[in-house]
C-alpha cells in the first residue's frame, strides 16, 4: 500500500515554491520577495535570544492582572499582554503555595515532590527541629550579618534549573544572575550554577553569599557605596492614580486603626530612632521602594556583567523576583487600595525596566517570562462582607488539641512531635516503644483533624505512600506537594478562604484553592512567540521545559512541565 505523507506545513511549502522558482524560468520575479520574507522569518525563529529574562511578582494573583488591566500604561504589563502570550488558567500547581516553593518550581519544572522545596519552613526528620529553605551554616553573607537561619545557598534544591542547564550546554561561558527582596527569591531562581544577591533587611544592601564567591565584585562594592536605599528615608507612599480609580477597592472599614500601626495613605518610612538603620530599611520592604531598589540592582547587574551582550556569543538569564507585592497582599489584602496601588506602580517600572533593556540589548532580543509564586485569597472579614465563610485558624491551638486527643486515646503525651503547618509529624519512635500501630494513630489523629472547623481534608503517610487521593484535584495537588522524606505524618488542607494564622488582620496563602494557584503566565518575544490571550490549561512547571526547547538545551532533570507550543512561531 502506497504510503500517505502528511501535507507540507506553511514554511515548507514556502520553500517548496522557492526551489520551483528557481527552477523554473519566469516564476523567479514573483516569487523572490516572498521566498525572502520566509528565510527572514525563519532565521528570526532560530535565533537564539541574547537574554531570557525572567520576572516573578510575588504574590501576584492573575486576577488582579484582569482586574486592573484597563489602568495600566503602555510600556509595562500593558505591553507583555499586547505584545506577549498571556495565559488565563495557568497555576502553580501544586498544594503549598508559598514563595520557595513556588520559586523552586519556575526555572526547574519540577514538583516539591521532586525539587524537595516542600515550604518556607519545615521539620528536619531527624532533629525535628525548623528549617529554612535557603539556610546552610556553611555559607555566610558578604559583608553583612549573618544569623543561623539565613537563606545562603540552595543546598535544599534537589534539582537542577534551566539556568543551571544553559551554563553547562555553553561550557558556563552563559552568565545567570538573579536579584530579589527575599534571599529564597534569588536563590531558588539562581540554582545551583547561577549567581543570587538579595536584599539584607539590616543594612538595606544587596548582597550575595560565600556560597556564590569570596567577595564582591567592583561593581557591587561601587553600587553599595551610592546607598541608594538611604533615598527614600522621610518620604511618603502616595496612591499613583485619581480617587476615582480606587472606588471599587474595599473600604478604610477593614483595615480598623491601630495605635502605633500606620495602615492608611500616606504611607511614611523612617525608623523610631531618627536614623538610617534596620527599622527603616525593614519598613521599606511592605512599599514600591523595595522594588525600585530590586530593579534598579538589577540595571547596575546587566551594565557591569554585559547580561545580554556576552562576549561568547551566548544567552543569559537574569532573573527579578520583586517581593513587595506579597508583603503588601498579607498586609491588606489583594481587595484592598493599597495593593491596587502597587500594582499600578509596579507596572510603571517595569515600562522603564524594558526602556532600558530596548537601549541595552534591543528588547527583540530578549525573551521575557512574568508569572509568580502564588497568588492570594481575600482579607477574611472582606470575604465575610460578601457572605463567603472565611476564617483564621490557630494552627499552635490545633496541634495542641491534637495531642491532647491522642494523649487522651493512647496515654502518651506528645506524639505529635512537631509540625510546620499544613505538615505535621508523628512520634513514630515513641510509637513503636509503646506498641502502637502507625496506621492506628495516624487515622485517629486524621478523624479528630477532620472534625475540627475549617479542615477538609487530612491525609495520612499511610495513605499517601499507598498512593491514594489522587482522584481529586485537591489530592493531586497535595500529593504533588509531598515529599516522602521530608513531608509531614499527615497533610492537612483547610476549607477555602480559611487559612492558618493567629492574627486580627491581614490574610496569607498556602492552600490548593484557585486563588492561590492561578497565576499570570505571560511570555513575550517578538521572533519567538506569538502574541495572545490563551484559555489553554498551563502550569508555572512549563516554562522550563519551554525556555529549553527555544534555548536548544536540556531541559531540567525532573521537569515535568510541557513546551507551550501553541504560543511559539
Not at 44 to 51: E, G, M, N, S, T
Not at 89 to 94: L, S, W
Not at 170 to 192: E, F, M, Y
Not at 366 to 379: K, M, R
Request: hydrophobic content about 40%.
Amino acid at each position: 500500500m502506497k504510503r500517505l505523507l502528511p501535507a507540507p506545513r506553511p514554511f515548507a511549502r514556502a520553500l517548496l515554491l522557492t526551489a520551483a522558482a528557481v527552477a523554473t524560468p519566469g516564476y523567479s520575479a514573483v516569487l523572490t520577495k516572498p521566498a525572502a520574507a520566509v528565510t527572514a522569518a525563519v532565521a528570526d525563529a532560530q535565533a537564539q535570544p541574547k537574554l531570557v529574562l525572567v520576572l516573578v511578582v510575588d504574590g501576584l494573583p492573575n486576577e488582579q492582572v484582569q482586574r486592573y488591566r484597563a489602568q495600566f500604561g503602555q510600556g509595562g504589563l500593558r505591553r507583555l499582554l499586547d505584545q506577549g502570550a498571556s495565559f488565563s488558567n495557568a497555576h502553580q500547581a501544586h498544594g503549598v503555595t508559598v514563595t520557595a516553593v513556588g520559586h523552586a518550581a519556575i526555572l526547574s519544572g519540577a514538583y516539591p515532590y521532586q525539587h524537595g522545596v516542600i515550604g518556607n519552613n519545615w521539620i528536619d526528620p531527624v532533629t525535628k527541629q525548623s528549617l529554612y529553605c535557603t539556610e546552610d551554616a556553611d555559607y555566610s553573607y558578604i559583608g553583612e550579618q549573618t544569623k543561623p537561619g539565613d537563606g545562603t545557598s540552595p543546598k535544599k534544591l534537589q534539582v537542577d534549573t534551566l539556568g543551571d542547564q544553559l551554563r553547562y550546554a555553553s561550557g558556563n561561558q552563559a552568565k545567570v544572575v538573579t536579584v530579589s527582596g527575599k534571599d529564597r527569591g534569588a536563590i531558588l531562581l539562581a540554582g545551583k550554577t547561577g549567581t543570587a544577591y538579595m536584599y539584607m533587611e539590616k543594612s538595606g544592601n544587596f548582597a550575595s553569599s560565600t556560597y556564590y564567591m569570596a567577595s564582591h565584585p567592583q561593581w557591587v562594592q561601587r553600587y553599595q557605596a551610592t546607598r541608594p536605599q538611604d533615598r527614600y528615608y522621610g518620604k511618603s507612599w502616595t496612591p499613583l492614580l485619581a480617587d476615582a480609580a480606587y472606588a471599587n477597592d474595599a473600604g478604610d472599614t477593614f483595615y480598623p486603626a491601630k495605635v502605633g500601626v500606620n495602615n492608611r495613605f500616606p504611607f511614611s518610612y523612617y525608623s523610631e530612632s531618627g536614623q538610617l538603620d534596620a527599622d527603616y530599611y525593614g519598613r521599606l520592604k511592605t512599599s514600591p521602594f523595595l522594588d525600585e531598589l530590586t530593579l534598579d540592582f538589577a540595571r547596575a547587574a546587566v551594565d557591569a556583567e554585559q547580561l545580554g551582550n556576552n562576549s561568547a556569543g551566548v544567552t543569559d538569564v537574569l532573573g527579578i523576583s520583586l517581593s513587595a507585592h506579597d508583603y503588601v497582599n498579607h498586609a491588606f489584602g489583594p481587595e484592598s487600595k493599597m495593593s491596587h496601588d502597587h500594582l499600578q506602580r509596579l507596572d510603571r517600572m517595569l515600562a522603564s525596566f524594558f526602556s532600558y533593556l530596548d537601549q541595552k540589548v534591543g528588547m527583540d532580543n530578549v525573551l521575557v517570562v512574568l508569572t509568580a509564586d502564588h497568588g492570594f485569597p481575600n482579607v477574611p472579614e472582606f470575604a465575610q462582607a460578601q457572605h463567603v465563610d472565611a476564617r483564621r485558624i490557630d494552627g499552635d491551638k490545633l496541634v495542641a488539641a491534637l495531642n491532647a486527643h491522642l494523649e487522651q486515646l493512647y496515654a502518651t503525651p506528645k506524639l505529635v512531635v512537631a509540625a510546620s503547618l499544613p505538615n505535621i509529624y508523628i512520634d513514630y519512635p515513641l510509637l513503636e516503644k509503646r506498641g502502637l500501630k502507625r496506621a492506628d494513630v495516624e487515622t485517629a489523629a486524621a478523624r479528630f483533624l477532620l472534625d475540627q472547623p475549617g479542615i477538609v481534608q487530612a491525609s495520612t503517610r499511610t495513605e499517601m505512600e499507598g498512593g491514594a487521593g489522587a482522584g481529586t484535584r485537591t489530592g493531586l495537588l497535595m500529593r504533588r506537594a509531598w515529599h516522602r522524606q521530608l513531608s509531614g505524618d499527615i497533610m492537612v488542607v483547610t476549607k477555602p478562604y480559611w487559612y492558618f494564622g493567629s492574627g486580627s488582620s491581614g490574610t496569607s496563602h498556602g492552600s490548593p484553592y484557585a486563588y492561590d494557584t492561578n497565576v499570570p503566565l505571560m511570555v513575550m518575544g517578538k521572533r519567538w512567540i506569538k502574541p495572545g490571550y490563551y484559555s489553554q490549561y498551563a502550569e508555572v512547571v512549563d516554562i522550563a521545559p519551554t525556555l529549553a526547547h527555544l534555548l536548544h538545551v536540556r531541559p531540567p532533570a525532573a521537569a515535568e512541565g510541557r513546551v507551550l507550543t501553541e504560543t511559539l512561531r
